[in-house]
């Protein structure tokens, strides 16, 4: 059984750019959900997706934006780049939607650095 | 709205110590809880969850954690700690609408060997 896996490992980007992340699902899984860990933080959460749909979002500004594919797999694109934007980005999969106990497994994150 | 509060970010402890980490956590109607492990250079890992029914949990790694409903606190504990526990450890909510895991700012345990 694969795991989460995400690439690339390592980004840097100039400010003002725009980014795409990528995240291949856990087999069977059909929910994925974005966090941005910046340093000496938690994890924080960005959205989720559930069959394609953007089923709940946290408190990022709309240049924070994704998709999911038939495949389940899921990107994340951040438009407009900021300092503030360096961060470890996480991907999480899950095979149930929400409000039912499911557990997210994680991927090992893209490390973002903004200059 | 949700949080969740640890209130260690650094405990050092000798191996073969007890450990105990706080959790608080605001009350949101379900409550699910988690305790997640991140060990240097690797991703995210559960430890133990709680969704309903005993609330002493059991994780792996001999790890458990006790939810205390009346104190809104799901506090991590091992007996016995290794140099293999040095990590950081994040206790996580999921909110009511439960799409959304709400994650505390984390503990970073050091064990010396």
């Known amino acids: 059984e694969t795991g989460v896996t995400q690439s690339p490992t390592h980004l840097i980007k100039t400010r003002g750019q725009q980014v795409t992340l990528r995240c291949s699902s856990q087999s069977g899984h059909n929910t994925v959900s974005w966090y941005q860990q910046a340093l000496g933080q938690g994890p924080q959460f960005i959205f989720q997706y559930y069959r394609e749909e953007e089923n709940g979002r946290g408190n990022f500004p709309p240049r924070f934006s994704g998709l999911q594919f038939p495949n389940y797999s899921s990107e994340l694109n951040v438009n407009a780049l900021e300092l503030d934007d360096s961060a470890l980005y996480l991907c999480?999969?899950?095979?149930?939607?929400?409000?039912?106990?499911?557990?997210?497994?994680f991927g090992p994150g893209t490390r973002l650095t903004v200059t | 709205a949700q949080s969740v509060s640890q209130h260690n970010h650094h405990v050092i402890l000798s191996e073969a110590a007890s450990l105990e980490l706080g959790c608080n956590y605001s009350?949101?109607?379900?409550?699910?809880l988690f305790w997640y492990v991140q060990y240097p250079g690797q991703h995210l890992q559960l430890l133990l969850k709680y969704f309903s029914g005993d609330p002493l949990v059991k994780g792996i790694k001999g790890f458990e954690a006790e939810f205390i409903k009346s104190k809104f606190s799901f506090n991590l504990r091992k007996p016995s700690v290794q140099w293999s526990d040095t990590a950081e450890y994040f206790c996580?909510?999921?909110?009511?609408?439960?799409?959304?895991?709400?994650f505390g700012a984390g503990t970073r345990l050091f064990v010396k060997a």
């Open positions: 009350y949101g109607g379900t409550v699910n």
């Open positions: 999480a999969s899950s095979a149930g939607l929400a409000g039912g106990p499911y557990e997210q497994y």
């Open positions: 996580a909510t999921r909110n009511t609408g439960g799409f959304k895991t709400i």
